[in-house]
T-cell receptor, first 115, second 114 residues
Framework: GENVEQHPSTLSVQEGDSAVIKCTYS??????FPWYKQELGKRPQLIID?????GEKKDQRIAVTLNKTAKHFSLHITETQPEDSAVYFC??????????????FGTGTRLLVSP | SAVISQKPSRDICQRGTSLTIQCQVD?????MFWYRQQPGQSLTLIAT?????????ESGFVIDKFPISRPNLTFSTLTVSNMSPEDSSIYLC???????????FGPGTRLTVT
């Protein structure tokens, strides 16, 4: 089955800097890669996603890139703000032989943006 | 997107008792899932709730401990049975929208077992 690794586990940046979180996956058949933001005590919130037929996707200050050959994808946040502080999870859709699909999550990155 | 609600939002339960968590989705969904999240940890899939049939459980989770129902497309329940303090965690319902890859989460149920 799919295995997702995420780095770094914690990331501290100054307000206005950029932040990059990286994930690698093991199953070359995986075709969908979402990113979730989870603030303290809140539910995981889908912030951006990318499918395997696309190399990059952007939404205002956040972007996701995908390298299928290397089997890794990254979240880029530009002009960080204190409200970006949260735990970010990457995930990959596990394409099992049975046709059953599920998301496999990374271990999370705690991002702290200091004013 | 989808609006997912869960009841209860939190509970404190005695060892040996059971708690049933309800999940309601406001949109057409194809798949519903139940996750567990320990403090400071990632999301662990317990099972996929299948409409009209038995849930599909992940390794380490069994039906006797976590019975799941899904009587219709937009509603599911998870029961945590014969609870022990090790079951203290946040339980999250999730749903995948019909015709989409997107998956959304409910607000979670914070369970404390004493």
């Amino acid at each position: 089955g799919e295995n997702v690794e995420q780095h770094p586990s914690t990331l501290s940046v100054q307000e206005g800097d950029s932040a990059v979180i990286k994930c690698t996956y093991s199953d070359s058949a995986s075709n969908y890669f979402p990113w979730y933001k989870q603030e303290l005590g809140k539910r995981p919130q889908l912030i951006i996603d990318i499918r395997s037929n696309v190399g990059e996707k952007k939404d205002q200050r956040i972007a996701v890139t995908l390298n299928k050959t290397a089997k890794h994808f990254s979240l880029h946040i530009t002009e960080t703000q204190p409200e970006d502080s949260a735990v970010y999870f990457c995930a990959a859709r596990d394409q099992m032989n049975t046709g059953f699909q599920k998301l496999v999550f990374g271990t999370g990155t705690r991002l702290l943006v200091s004013p | 997107s989808a609006v997912i609600s869960q009841k209860p939002s939190r509970d404190i339960c005695q060892r040996g008792t059971s708690l049933t968590i309800q999940c309601q989705v406001d949109s057409q969904v194809t798949m519903m899932f139940w996750y567990r999240q320990q403090p400071g940890q990632s999301l662990t899939l317990i099972a996929t709730a299948n409409q009209g049939s038995e849930a599909t459980y992940e390794s380490g989770f069994v039906i006797d401990k976590f019975p799941i129902s899904r009587p219709n497309l937009t509603f599911s329940t998870l029961t945590v049975s014969n609870m022990s303090p090790e079951d203290s965690s946040i339980y999250l319902c999730s749903a995948k929208l019909a015709g989409s890859y997107e998956q959304y989460f409910g607000p979670g149920t914070r369970l404390t077992v004493t």
